[in-house]
């Protein structure tokens, strides 16, 4: 099992799609990454060598921010955003989208499901 900052990335997987398990790495990343180390992107990961998971180390630890670091950068950037009490900061902390959407219909993922009560009669039209 190979373990690359804190993350146990899977056996069977090529390298390139295994290293978009670890948090701050996507598919265009890793394969940067590949490229740097001169790894091919086709081998598996339980085919590794020691030395070649060093090179990847020490690349990642180098010249990326990624897991806890990036997180931590993440969260202090929102905060900021909140304390000087900007536009996406004010929806930050009113758990609204932040970049323009519509928020009448959908937005169902920042604002909550809604809740209907069952059998609730609507008051009767006079």
């Known amino acids: 099992m190979v373990r690359i900052v804190g993350v146990a990335l899977p056996r069977d997987k090529r390298i390139e799609v295994a290293l978009t ?19 091919d992107p ?35 950037n929102i905060k900021r955003l909140i304390d000087i009490n900007s536009f996406r900061g004010k929806r930050h902390r ?18 909550g499901l809604k809740r209907t009560v069952a059998g609730k009669k609507k008051a009767p039209k006079k």
């Open 21 to 39: 398990y670890v948090y701050g790495i996507g598919l265009s990343r890793s394969k940067e990454i590949l490229q740097k180390s001169n790894l």
């Open 94 to 111: 009113l758990g609204l989208p932040l970049r323009g959407q519509r928020t009448r219909t959908n937005a169902r993922t920042r604002r």
């Open 42 to 76: 086709n081998i598996r990961c339980k085919d590794l060598q020691d030395d070649q998971v060093v090179v990847l180390r020490e690349i990642l630890a180098k010249d990326y921010q990624l897991e806890g670091d990036l997180k931590r950068l993440e969260s202090m």
